[in-house]
């Protein structure tokens, strides 16, 4: 009750509003101001800048600029490991999708159909497969990477609410992960179907993939399907596929019998791009 009571106000705010004015705002490039803003953020949030690859706040023009900073060269090594974690950011919650329902927080859960916008052939192909779900912060990376090698064959934009996705709100919005705005990615891989989900939340002004650019927005409130079976589109592991522009969450999905958690995984442990996710 109490995480419910916690998260009552995000029922009331103006979400949609309040994201599209961050997106301005982070976009925008007003020079000495742009500075101070992101000083402000690296001092109270703790960014390291010693691992970005260019460390000095002032050569950004824009937030968006400094949040979707790319990394030094070598400060994320890859495991040698089939699969590793995409990003920067802490464990929501992994493991097994009972039957198709995903675990989100005590009390909730949702089913792998919602979560991929409805299209309950591509939520079969996880029936009692593998879930992880990663939060990530202000203060982490926020470009996403490939955790193993993939092919795209497909992308699905589904429009949908714009709750925060902190942990507080993970375990006080019934269904938070296949209610809020989405872009989901099918691949195929070595080990089978494979499907990472960017999750939209408040102020999240947008969310891009390497393929495509910047998905939204707009914001036409229609569920959007692009296909790739006629285009080569193969990323590596650990190369970028995606990023947030302001941070969020992803969710990935896995056959069953293919994934093998890290046994040093735990709820809420940090996690690093490039460390071991499973075998």
């Known amino acids: ?34 500075t101070a803003i992101i000083r402000w953020f690296v001092g109270h949030y703790g960014v390291d800048m010693s691992e970005a ?14 949040f979707t900073r790319a990394l030094r060269a070598g400060v994320r090594p890859l495991a040698p490991a089939p699969f590793v974690s995409p990003v920067d950011g802490a464990i ?8 198709d329902q995903i675990f989100q927080a005590k009390g909730h859960r949702y089913s792998t159909t919602a979560l ?14 593998a879930f992880a779900t990663l939060y990530l912060s202000p203060k982490d990376y926020h470009r996403i990477h ?5 092919r795209l ?19 006080g919005v019934p269904g938070l992960f296949a209610r809020n705005e989405r872009v989901v990615c099918v691949f195929e891989t070595p080990h089978g179907p494979f499907v990472l989900v ?18 939204n927005p707009p914001r036409t409130g229609k569920i959007g399907k692009w296909r790739y079976g006629d285009r080569q ?5 650990g190369e970028e596929m995606g990023r947030f522009l302001l941070g969020s969450t992803v969710v990935m999905l896995f056959p069953k019998n293919v994934l093998t958690f890290n046994p040093e995984w735990a709820p809420e442990r940090a996690v690093k791009l490039g460390e071991k996710m499973g075998s």
């Open 1 to 34: 009750m109490r995480h419910r009571l916690a998260v009552a106000p995000q029922y009331l705010f103006p979400k949609q509003a309040m994201t599209a004015f961050a997106g301005l705002v982070a976009n925008a490039e007003a020079g000495s101001i742009t």
């Open 146 to 150: 490939m955790p193993c090698d993939g």
């Open 92 to 99: 929501s919650q992994f493991g097994e999708i009972e039957f």
């Open 153 to 171: 064959t497909r992308m699905i934009y589904v429009p949908g609410e714009l709750f925060s996705v902190n942990p507080t709100t993970a375990r």
């Open 233 to 237: 589109i193969v990323l590596k592991q």
């Open 198 to 215: 960017l999750v939209g939340a408040t102020i999240v002004g947008s969310m891009s993939t390497v393929w495509h650019g910047v998905v």
């Open 116 to 129: 991929v916008g409805g299209d309950r052939a591509l939520a079969a192909q996880f029936e009692h497969g």
């Open 53 to 66: 690859e260019n460390a000095d706040i002032r050569a950004y023009s824009s937030f968006n600029a400094f």
